[in-house]
């Protein structure tokens, strides 16, 4: 199968980095999304990674490693509102297969 | 900025009863997808369009399923027959040559 793995929760204090790790299956990978949903809400985009490196987006950086499978989001300056599921998806031909969501809670 | 948009919003139906799901992806985009989320759950892949015809479908897209592209905008997603189980959010994405799959705001599909 192509499982997709991120841990379930996470909790991180306001001001602070948070890292969300994802592996994922690497046969027949084409690229790694990443989506932040709020509840009851549509997953927005982040990020897409194809080759191995770090895309930096404002607060927002996203890490690909093609060969160990891995991938990382590195969330900085957190805020309130950054408390939401962040989704790790992988585009296996034309299907992008999504991991069941991180779920980040952001205290003060 | 431009933006994927879905109708209804939230469809009510009765077991048995056929739906239609409407979309309407980004204007410059080629690659069009059904997703479902069951509530709670994740989400999960239904099937991709490109040249007018299926690129890859899912196990869950059987022939209770249909896609079609009646006109130059719309994307639409056909259930026969709906079951209980059918009940999710249903989400439309679309992607240009930037590979970057944007989503609709979805569909509350409940089914009673």
């Known amino acids: 199968g192509q499982n997709i793995d991120q841990p379930t929760e996470m909790t991180a204090t306001e001001g602070a980095i948070v890292q969300i790790n994802c592996t994922y299956q690497?046969?027949?990978?084409?690229?790694l999304f990443w989506y932040q949903q709020h509840a009851g809400e549509a997953p927005t985009f982040l990020s897409y990674?194809?080759?191995?490196g770090l895309e930096e987006k404002g607060r927002f950086s996203s890490f690909l490693s093609r060969s160990k499978g891995y991938s990382y989001l590195l969330l900085k300056e957190l805020q309130m509102k950054d408390s939401a599921s962040y989704l790790c998806?992988?585009?296996?031909?034309?299907?992008?297969?999504f991991g069941a969501g991180t779920i980040l809670r952001v205290k003060s | 900025e431009p933006e994927v948009t879905q109708t209804p919003s939230h469809q009510v139906t009765q077991m048995g009863q056929e739906v239609i799901l409407r979309c309407v992806p980004i204007?410059?985009?080629?690659?069009f997808y059904w997703y479902r989320q069951i509530l709670g759950q994740k989400v999960e892949f239904l099937v991709s369009?490109?040249?007018?015809?299926?690129?890859?479908k899912s196990e869950i897209f059987d022939d209770q399923f249909s896609v079609e592209r009646p006109d130059g905008s719309n994307f639409t997603l056909k259930i026969r027959s709906t079951k209980l189980e059918d009940s999710a959010m249903y989400f439309c994405?679309?992607?240009?040559?930037?590979?970057?799959?944007?989503f609709g705001p979805g569909t509350r599909l409940t089914v009673t």
């Open positions: 690497t046969s027949g990978f084409n690229g």
């Open positions: 990674n194809v080759l191995d």
């Open positions: 204007s410059n985009h080629l690659y």
């Open positions: 998806a992988v585009s296996y031909g034309n299907k992008l297969v």
């Open positions: 369009f490109y040249n007018n015809e299926i690129s890859e």
């Open positions: 994405a679309s992607m240009g040559i930037e590979d970057e799959q944007y």
